[in-house]
């Protein structure tokens, strides 16, 4: 299904943060001996029980010397000379390795075996809140309707048809038969052919993000012969609906080539259509929502350029370019009449604009606006249709879905209540169409799923988040506040709490953070949440610079060499809210993973005396060494992110600031953390958490100082529903540990006659 979601870099649930400049050599004039006595007790209280006896890493220094600076790296061995092969093959791990990440794990789990009793608990809570059994609303395309659903007690999306006019549902793929017995399945998508007939899935067995692209009749069962490997799992097809274009990744996961695959013929002769030559670009290949058109995009960060071909054009053909690639101009193209309308920040349209082109000349010479700018007004995606066009817009860190006819003559928003919350836009198979489908929701309310009348103005209400176990939305109090900087900035924190949670000080307070990329953490709602906020947690999200909660400036603003203000900005928000008495200081948990996992380690050794532990999963934390690493698979992509050590100083000296594991402080005591990993994760790699973790136990006072490492999964762990659940419990039984919450069950169970 086609995505509205305007990404020119990855997010995700997914990438990787810088921190500041100097904080590994400041002082730190915050902590006082009383308040570092109070923190020291409060923290050893939660592990002052452990016996178990953590492995120390054999170091093995290497000297690095950039720019006339040197280092010296003790655990430079934990990265495998043959990384490539262990994400095709993790039994090619090295043994000394292997032999290091199982230690690890068995400290973690002699460790915290007090917790299983805990961690069955929260299993058992965050089961009872999904309906196992669930199931998407049908898109409909043509003569069917396509879903997704899910079993009771199944692991993994089952994928659907029916016919539109009803009739009896055909599995197109079921997950749960494909994956039994497998360490590690997920599925990419399950794309169906424009004539119905077929469906071409990609399929990862690893983790490392490598996906086989299979070919299989809908109405036999039958599977085609070939296996393509090496992609990145999506299929686009063509209009003849004998052949689709995907994308092949490289030996060192990058995405390189968007090939031609013509059904039932070797994937070895597949047509080449395009080769990008630049590793810092990533590359895709997507259909305009009219059909008529097949899009193949460069991106990274900072400039994007794009290709196009008619979806009906013979093998072969040479591709159209757009317009030429330029350094700080991004664009992303869709399709109306005869016209390309391009989202872009051209000409200093900071938070974007959108110009339209004729498809017969589409430069820039030839770009017109057709929406102009407004700084402040974040244009995040928009949608064609045939006669409407619908854009996702945020201003004030708030979305907003605004409607349009292509004459702008008549122009309307969808409107909202809540003080903080989430939308999207499903943009769903069809382009002729007057029907609009989005999802609404915030973190106290269940998501909603709406059809929008684009004529009549009405909406349908066609599904609502089911909670099986019982969730009463009036318990919760949802607040959206602004924290000031120290620089001024205005911040926006994301609060939910139940109501009977006092503001006064005397509650546990999460904070999580993600802030990079101009990745937004949305005002989701999330059944996990749940079961710490209603053991009294307050659970707190800053929108930290970085990010792009409140425009394309508030994340030029936390990039770079700025990019120390998403950590200021975090600190500042915790010390703010527990000022507010939202949270204990000394009792405070920082969370967050990937580039948040940076954002966690780098407030750590800014601010270590404002927190009682930190959670860091997947955590990009060996940042000076990986950005350093032009060979690693997102190195040359994200120096626009983070500044190309290699070749700028100026870079080096700010990256090397801030990466958490170069800058342990050994002055001051350090919260307990809980680090995780994945060995087949390539975007933070397996021995990045390890690393930074016999370095923190070596290095830094306080703790205790856990890895828990993944030995059959990759950056977003298990694809597996239940087993995704199991792994959060971890993160969250650690953190009840710290507030001393482990034998507390959820205050809000039975609060409504017993219906939770």
């Not at 407004?374 to 244009?379: D, K, Q, R, V």
């Not at 924290?483 to 546990?508: F, H, M, N, Q």
């Not at 508030?554 to 939202?582: H, I, M, P, V």
Request: proline share 5%.
């Amino acid at each position: 299904m086609r995505s509205v979601v305007f990404s020119l870099t990855r997010l995700i649930i997914v990438a990787a943060t810088l921190a500041m400049a100097g904080c590994g050599n400041k002082s730190n004039d915050h902590v006082s001996t009383e308040t570092a006595a109070t923190m020291s007790d409060s923290m050893s209280q939660a592990f002052a029980t452990l016996s178990a006896e953590a492995p120390a890493a054999e170091k093995r220094p290497v000297e690095i010397e950039q720019h006339g600076r040197k280092r010296v790296d003790d655990y430079a061995w934990m990265r495998d000379e043959g990384w490539q092969e262990v994400l095709r093959d993790p039994s090619e791990l090295d043994d000394d390795i292997r032999a290091h990440l199982e230690a690890e794990n068995a400290f973690y789990d002699e460790a915290t075996k007090d917790l299983e009793d805990l961690r069955e608990q929260l299993f058992e809570e965050m089961r009872g809140r999904i309906k196992e059994d669930d199931s998407s609303v049908p898109e409909v395309d043509g003569d069917y309707a396509y879903s997704i659903r899910y079993r009771e007690g199944g692991e993994y999306p089952v994928y659907v048809r029916t016919p539109r006019a009803g009739g009896d549902e055909t599995v197109l793929y079921d997950g749960d038969l494909e994956g039994k017995g497998e360490d590690f399945f997920r599925i990419a998508d399950v794309d169906h052919s424009p004539d119905h007939r077929l469906i071409a899935y990609g399929v990862d067995r690893l983790g490392s993000e490598y996906y086989d692209i299979r070919i299989r009749d809908i109405e036999t069962g039958d599977e085609y012969p070939e296996t393509i490997p090496s992609t990145d799992g999506g299929a686009v097809w063509a209009a003849d609906a004998k052949s689709f274009y995907y994308v092949e990744r490289d030996d060192n996961q990058r995405p390189k080539r968007v090939k031609h695959h013509v059904i039932g013929t070797d994937p070895a002769d597949d047509l080449l259509v395009y080769e990008e030559p630049d590793d810092s670009y990533f590359l895709f290949v997507d259909e305009s929502q009219s059909g008529e058109y097949i899009f193949i995009g460069v991106a990274k960060g900072t400039s994007s350029e794009y290709r196009f071909l008619k979806s009906d054009a013979a093998p072969g053909t040479e591709p159209t370019l757009i317009a030429p690639r330029l350094e700080d101009e991004l664009y992303h193209p869709e399709h109306h009449g005869d016209y390309f309308y391009l989202q872009t920040n051209a000409e200093d349209a900071v938070d974007f604009k959108i110009v339209r082109a004729p498809i017969d000349e589409p430069g820039r010479e030839n770009w017109e606006d057709w929406l102009p700018h407004e700084a402040g007004t974040y244009i995040t995606s928009f949608l064609p249709l045939k006669d409407r066009l619908i854009r996702l817009e945020r201003e004030n860190a708030l979305p907003r879905i605004v409607v349009s006819d292509y004459a702008r003559e008549e122009s309307y928003e969808i409107e909202f209540d809540e003080a903080a919350y989430n939308l999207g836009v499903d943009t769903g198979y069809e382009f002729d169409t007057s029907n609009l489908r989005f999802t609404y929701e915030s973190p106290s309310t269940p998501e909603q799923t709406y059809d929008f009348d684009l004529d009549t103005r009405q909406r349908v209400l066609r599904k609502t988040q089911e909670v099986p176990s019982g969730h009463n939305p009036d318990l919760y109090a949802v607040e959206r506040i602004f924290i000031t900087a120290g620089d001024g900035a205005e911040v926006p924190v994301t609060v939910l709490r139940l109501k009977s949670t006092p503001v006064d000080g005397t509650a546990p307070l999460l904070l999580y953070g993600y802030g990079s990329y101009g990745a937004t953490m949305q005002a989701w709602f999330s059944t996990s949440i749940l079961s710490l906020v209603d053991r009294g947690v307050i659970y707190a999200t800053a929108h930290i610079r970085g990010g792009s909660s409140k425009g394309r400036q508030w994340y030029l603003d936390g990039k770079l060499d700025k990019k120390t203000n998403s950590f200021s900005d975090f600190a500042d928000a915790a010390e703010e809210l527990q000022a507010r008495g939202y949270g204990r200081k000394g009792e405070t948990v920082i969370y967050g993973g990937s580039a948040g996992g940076l954002l966690v380690g780098a407030t750590l050794n800014l601010r270590p005396d404002l927190f009682g532990g930190a959670v860091a999963a997947v955590p990009f934390v060996d940042v000076l060494n990986t950005i350093s690493d032009a060979d690693l698979p997102l190195t040359p992509p994200e120096w626009v992110e983070w500044g190309d050590p290699i070749n700028d100083a100026g870079a080096y000296e700010t990256i090397a600031g801030y990466s958490p594991y170069d800058n342990i402080r050994g002055d001051v005591e350090y919260p307990p953390v809980l680090a995780t990993g994945g060995l087949t994760d390539y975007r933070v790699t397996y021995w990045e958490p390890a690393k930074w973790t016999a370095r923190l136990r070596d290095e830094a006072k306080g703790g205790p100082f856990f890895l828990k490492m993944n030995m059959e999964a990759g950056h977003a762990g298990s694809a597996a529903r239940f087993e995704r659940m199991k792994e959060r419990t971890h993160d969250y039984a650690f953190a009840l540990k710290i507030f001393g919450l482990t034998e507390k069950a959820p205050a809000s169970h039975g609060a409504v006659g017993g219906s939770l």
